[in-house]
């Protein structure tokens, strides 16, 4: 174990060699213990901190510090803190005791945006500084930048350039706005995405149920190829929503859209399965059409949702 006294230099070493900024890490679960490793492995000096003692052992024996206390680790933090903690209620009890004054808080911690909002004016009035984050990757894809995981931050922009290459070490970086919620906020929308695109794939392995010889796979590599083409309408949907003109652009409007659905549902029916995930899109869509703007894209059904 290492034994360290006073905060690490951010830079210079006596062998002349720039040494990595050290890393303050708290927050040891399956994330947790993921990004740790990837700046162990870049040669980060790395000081953690984990409710259950135990889960440091294996990094302190990768070369890692660790420290009795949140509050120790804080006070020892001469570069980022970095926070991986279950939840927001987490990160307030863990810091409670833990003097801020000058340090920078990065919190990788999922949040909702009101959360992160409010957690960035609480380590402000604590005289840290604070960056939100949220994590498009899973533990596999930590330190591995082929698999593609990002971080999405934001918050205090000058923050996120000083400590831009440590953060890039565990997984991409990218910065989404000084509005502190807005990382969150990115994060939840992607997931939403992707959690329509699993209902889409979940109603159209249902229809194939009954057909024992047909090919899965083959019918999995051409979804795979279909919502990949179909998912750059996302551009089509801003570039509308910026213009206020829903037609801009438009190739298949919602009228034709809206009597397709027909064959969709008779479908389903043909096929006996429950058309519950698809049902409520299509009410909006029939709801638009109804109002008079069958020769619409989609963009105008987001105000059929609220949020504005
Ligand atoms: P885990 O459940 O594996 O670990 C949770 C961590 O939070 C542990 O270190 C745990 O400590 C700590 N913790 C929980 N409650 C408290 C508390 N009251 N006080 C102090 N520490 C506490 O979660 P992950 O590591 O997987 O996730 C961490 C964060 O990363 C979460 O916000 C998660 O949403 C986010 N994330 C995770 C992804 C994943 O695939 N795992 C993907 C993207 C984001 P202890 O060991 O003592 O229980």
């Known amino acids: 174990m290492q034994t360290h006294?006073?905060?690490?230099?951010?830079?210079?070493?006596t062998s002349g060699t720039p040494s990595k900024p050290p890393?303050?890490?708290l927050g040891l679960g399956d994330m947790g213990t993921a990004l740790a490793r990837s700046w162990l492995a870049a040669g980060h000096p790395l000081t953690v901190w984990n409710r259950t003692p135990a889960k440091a052992g294996p990094l302190v024996d990768e070369g890692a510090r660790k420290t009795a206390t949140a509050a120790g680790a804080l006070e020892s933090a001469a570069g980022p803190v970095i926070l991986c903690l279950l939840d927001d209620a987490s990160v307030g009890e863990t810091?409670?005791?833990?003097?801020l004054h000058g340090k920078d808080l990065i919190n990788l911690t999922t949040s909702t945006p009101d959360q992160a909002r409010r957690r960035a004016r609480w380590a402000q009035e604590r005289g840290a500084r604070f960056l939100d984050g949220g994590i498009m990757a899973v533990p596999p894809m930590i330190g591995r930048p082929e698999t593609g995981g990002y971080v999405l931050y934001s918050g205090d922009h000058a923050l996120f350039e000083r400590h831009r290459e440590t953060l890039e070490v565990p997984a991409g970086a990218r910065f989404v706005?000084?509005?502190p919620g807005h990382a969150a906020l990115h994060d939840?929308?992607?997931?939403?995405?992707?959690?329509g695109?699993?209902?889409g794939l979940t109603h159209a392995f249902a229809l194939v149920a009954p057909e024992k010889d047909l090919d899965r796979a083959g019918l999995?590599?051409?979804?795979?190829?279909?919502?990949?083409?179909m998912a750059g309408a996302a551009h089509g949907m801003a570039a509308q929503l910026e213009s206020g003109d829903y037609t801009e652009g438009v190739t298949s409007n919602l009228a034709m859209m809206t009597?397709?659905?027909?064959?969709?549902?008779?479908?389903?029916?043909?096929?006996?399965?429950?058309?519950r995930l698809l049902a409520p899109y299509m009410e909006l869509m029939s709801r638009r059409v109804a109002q008079g703007y069958g020769d619409e894209g989609s963009a105008g059904l987001v105000g059929l949702l609220g949020g504005e």
């Open 5 to 13: 006294t006073t905060p690490h230099a951010t830079f210079g070493t």
């Open 23 to 25: 890393v303050t890490l």
């Open 95 to 99: 810091l409670e005791a833990a003097d």
């Open 177 to 179: 706005g000084a509005d």
């Open 188 to 195: 939840v929308a992607l997931l939403s995405a992707m959690t």
């Open 197 to 199: 695109m699993f209902a």
């Open 220 to 229: 999995a590599t051409l979804l795979t190829e279909w919502l990949g083409a």
């Open 259 to 275: 009597a397709a659905n027909a064959a969709l549902l008779a479908t389903a029916q043909e096929q006996h399965v429950d058309p």
